[in-house]
């Protein structure tokens, strides 16, 4: 199921090989209970949870009011259910490739105005435009080109995006081309992506840290909280886990 990217943008596995990927860990390794086993199972992972969940709200935080809302790669809906709880009647559509990984996210947005796609993203035709896009950990599995091209689109004029996605780290490849992390990507060379596909980038920021010499989750959940809300350095590079980078369509 797996194909080589000739464009180092790309991904190295198909969206049929992400799907089977998922659909596997969530049915088999997960059990269905794939929130509780990534964030809260381990004191790294509750470190991890911690630091996304602070970005999280201060993206919601500084996102205008908004009628309609796009996520890419929602899972269970773990970063959802913020940006529901501050525009409840807004109009949600979630997209993911993996049936195992929405179907808690259409158990947990019962009662919402909320649509779900089972679909590869660069697929998905909306039969509208967005007020707000968002994805997290989602965009590495894609071509990053074609992905920015869907992104810039999909939003109305005006609109607003953020998406959080890995820094790539020494070793992450050495998997090879078609390996689940070789199509992670540095923040500068995806703010270029962005910025091609006609999106005006403003803040890049740290999400999570690790400090590799320590690996003490404690001193990871400090270092993420003392940067949190900063603009990512280039000597910061080693210790990004995960960082976000929010744009607007002009």
Not at 81 to 88: H, I, Q, T, V
Not at 94 to 117: H, K, Q, W, Y
Not at 143 to 158: E, N, P, Q
Request: glycine content about 10%; aromatic content about 8%.
């Amino acid at each position: 199921m797996h194909r080589l990217m000739s464009d180092d943008s790309g991904p190295g596995l198909s969206p049929e090989a992400v799907a089977a990927l998922y659909n596997e860990k969530v049915v088999g390794q997960f059990r269905g209970e794939y929130e509780d086993h990534r964030w809260h199972k381990s004191a790294s992972g509750r470190a991890q949870y911690d630091a996304t969940r602070r970005f999280v709200e201060g993206v919601v935080g500084r996102t205008p009011s908004f009628d309609s809302y796009l996520e890419v790669g929602p899972g269970p809906g773990t970063w959802t259910m913020a940006f529901l709880a501050a525009r409840p009647q807004a109009a949600f559509d979630l997209v993911d490739i993996s049936a195992e990984m929405l179907a808690p996210a259409r158990s947990r947005l019962t009662g919402a105005n909320a649509r779900f796609f089972e679909q590869d993203f660069l697929a998905f035709e909306p039969d509208r435009t967005y007020d707000v896009f968002f994805s997290s950990r989602a965009i590495e599995y894609m071509d990053k080109r074609r992905a920015a091209d869907r992104i810039a689109a999909s939003l109305r004029s005006g609109g607003t995006g953020t998406l959080i996605t890995k820094q790539p780290r020494r070793g992450s490849r050495r998997r090879g081309p078609d390996s689940v992390h070789s199509g992670q990507v540095d923040s500068r060379e995806l703010v270029g992506i962005l910025q091609d596909a006609g999106l005006v980038v403003g803040k890049v920021e740290p999400v999570v840290l690790l400090l590799p010499a320590v690996r003490v989750p404690r001193l990871d959940r400090v270092a993420s909280r003392l940067v949190a809300g900063r603009a990512v350095v280039r000597g910061m590079n080693p210790l990004i886990e995960s960082y976000g980078v929010s744009f607007k369509k002009p």
